[in-house]
C-alpha cells in the first residue's frame, strides 16, 4: 500500500487513530513509570534513617550483647572533670552526669543509642566494657585528638556495640 493511498480521505479517520493512540502510549508510560517509581514517604524516611556506608567506613563492633538479653543495663562513668550530658534516645531525656561520679541506666531495649557531649565542646572518649549479659559499663574520658571522639554508642539488634 502507498503513503498516499494513506492519506486519502477515506483513512483519514484510520491514520489519525493510529497518531492519537501513539501519541497517548508516549504520554502515558512515563507517567506510569513515574507513578511506580516514586518512594511513599515512609521508605524516604526509612532512607534518611539508615543511609548505607562506604566501604571504608565500615567498622568492626567493639564489643557484643547477647541477643535476647533485652532489657539492657547500661553504667556511665564520667572520669573526666567535666560534666557529660548524655541521653538514651527514645528512653531518657537528657541528663547531666558531673565530673568523677556515675549513673545507670536501667531497662533500656535494644536497638540502643545512648549520646554524650560536654557543655564545653570538649573531646570525649568511650571505653565500654561488658560486665554480664545485659550489662554495660562505659568509661568516659577526655579525648586528646579528634580521631578518638566519640559521641554515640549504639548497639543494634543482633547485638553488634559500635562507638562513633
Same mark, same amino acid.
Given at each position: 500500500?502507498?503513503?498516499? @493511498?494513506?492519506?486519502?480521505?477515506?483513512?483519514? !479517520?484510520?491514520? %489519525?487513530?493510529?497518531?492519537?493512540?501513539?501519541?497517548? =502510549? #508516549?504520554?502515558?508510560?512515563?507517567?506510569?513509570?513515574?507513578?511506580?517509581?516514586?518512594?511513599?514517604?515512609?521508605?524516604?524516611?526509612?532512607?534518611?534513617?539508615?543511609?548505607?556506608?562506604?566501604?571504608?567506613?565500615?567498622?568492626?563492633?567493639?564489643?557484643?550483647?547477647?541477643?535476647?538479653?533485652?532489657?539492657?543495663?547500661?553504667?556511665?562513668?564520667?572520669?573526666?572533670? @567535666?560534666?557529660?550530658?548524655?541521653?538514651?534516645? !527514645?528512653?531518657? %531525656?537528657?541528663?547531666?552526669?558531673?565530673?568523677?561520679? =556515675? #549513673?545507670?541506666?536501667?531497662?533500656?531495649?535494644?536497638?540502643?543509642?545512648?549520646?554524650?557531649?560536654?557543655?564545653?565542646?570538649?573531646?570525649?572518649?568511650?571505653?565500654?566494657?561488658?560486665?554480664?549479659?545485659?550489662?554495660?559499663?562505659?568509661?568516659?574520658?577526655?579525648?586528646?585528638?579528634?580521631?578518638?571522639?566519640?559521641t554515640n554508642m549504639r548497639i543494634e539488634p543482633n547485638g553488634s556495640m559500635y562507638l562513633y
Amino acid at each position: 500500500m502507498k503513503f498516499t @493511498t494513506l492519506l486519502n480521505r477515506k483513512n483519514s !479517520g484510520l491514520l %489519525g487513530t493510529v497518531f492519537t493512540s501513539l501519541l497517548l =502510549g #508516549a504520554v502515558a508510560f512515563p507517567i506510569a513509570s513515574i507513578a511506580q517509581n516514586s518512594p511513599t514517604e515512609e521508605n524516604k524516611l526509612q532512607a534518611q534513617a539508615q543511609p548505607m556506608p562506604l566501604p571504608q567506613n565500615v567498622q568492626m563492633p567493639v564489643a557484643y550483647v547477647p541477643p535476647g538479653t533485652a532489657p539492657v543495663a547500661v553504667e556511665i562513668i564520667n572520669s573526666t572533670n @567535666t560534666p557529660i550530658t548524655y541521653e538514651a534516645i !527514645g528512653e531518657t %531525656g537528657d541528663r547531666t552526669l558531673v565530673g568523677g561520679e =556515675g #549513673a545507670m541506666l536501667m531497662d533500656l531495649q535494644i536497638p540502643l543509642t545512648v549520646t554524650f557531649e560536654r557543655p564545653d565542646g570538649g573531646l570525649i572518649q568511650a571505653e565500654p566494657q561488658v560486665i554480664a549479659p545485659g550489662e554495660i559499663r562505659i568509661y568516659l574520658t577526655e579525648a586528646n585528638n579528634l580521631d578518638s571522639d566519640i559521641t554515640n554508642m549504639r548497639i543494634e539488634p543482633n547485638g553488634s556495640m559500635y562507638l562513633y
